[in-house]
């Protein structure tokens, strides 16, 4: 079965520091790679998407970085805060046929104040 | 708009019974996916539906199951409970086609005890 693999498991970070997550995958099909936030005890909500044939993408403090060739992609998220404190996923098609996704396993960031 | 419903938001059931769980997409969306989410596997697809079709499947034993409605309003049973099937599911709702942002709801809590 195709996987996601992301990395790291957990990350703390510093108010007004920067967060990166990062993830791989192996189907070069794929072509929609969204990051999901999740807060406990909610479901997970989209945060941004990016198609491959762009190298990045950035709405507000949150910045997808797309690498074709290396089969990666990494959420940044500048000037970090208390309230992104969240879990977050990685995911990818499940296949061309649909709208399912599989996921990375998540990264739990914690944000310092 | 209202989003992705699901019902019940919790439910505690004994090892061997069954049960059944509910998701009412946003209107206007046709496809539904189901993802079991555990802290150890984190989120995995279970199945996906369209108009009332089963679209694909994940890697799931055959005790799990679902179905869709002609309003699009989808279920899923799970069989002979094992105390390995307390998760988390949630439900997505899409428009349509793959590459389009999947809704989730808050999802079920289910207990096995």
């Known amino acids: 079965q195709q996987q996601v693999k992301q990395s790291p498991q957990s990350l703390i970070v510093q108010k007004g520091g920067i967060s990166i997550i990062n993830c791989a995958y192996e189907?070069?099909?794929?072509?929609?790679f969204p990051w999901y936030q999740q807060f406990p005890g909610k479901g997970p909500a989209l945060l941004i998407a990016i198609r491959p044939d762009v190298s990045e993408k950035k709405e507000g403090r949150f910045t997808i970085s797309f690498n074709k060739s290396a089969k990666q992609f990494s959420l940044h998220i500048m000037d970090s805060q208390p309230g992104d404190s969240a879990t977050y996923f990685c995911?990818?098609?499940?296949?061309?046929?649909?709208?399912?996704?599989?996921f990375g396993k998540g990264t739990t960031l914690s944000v310092s104040s | 708009k209202a989003g992705v419903t699901q019902t019940p938001r919790y439910l505690i059931k004994t090892r061997g019974q069954q049960v059944t769980l509910s998701c009412s997409p946003i209107?206007?969306?046709?496809?539904v996916s189901w993802y079991q989410q555990t802290p150890g596997q984190g989120l995995q697809f279970l199945f996906e539906y369209f108009s009332e079709t089963q679209r694909n499947k994940g890697n799931f034993p055959g005790r799990f199951s679902g179905r869709q409605f002609s309003n699009s309003r989808s279920e899923m049973n799970v069989s002979t409970l094992e105390l390995g099937d307390s998760a988390l599911y949630l439900c997505?709702?899409?428009?349509?086609?793959?590459?389009?942002?999947?809704?989730f709801g808050q999802g079920t809590r289910l207990t096995v005890v």
């Open positions: 997505a709702s899409s428009i349509d086609t793959g590459g389009t942002e999947a809704f």
């Open positions: 189907n070069t099909a794929f072509d929609y």
């Open positions: 209107s206007g969306h046709r496809s």
């Open positions: 995911a990818a098609p499940y296949n061309q046929a649909g709208t399912a996704l599989i």
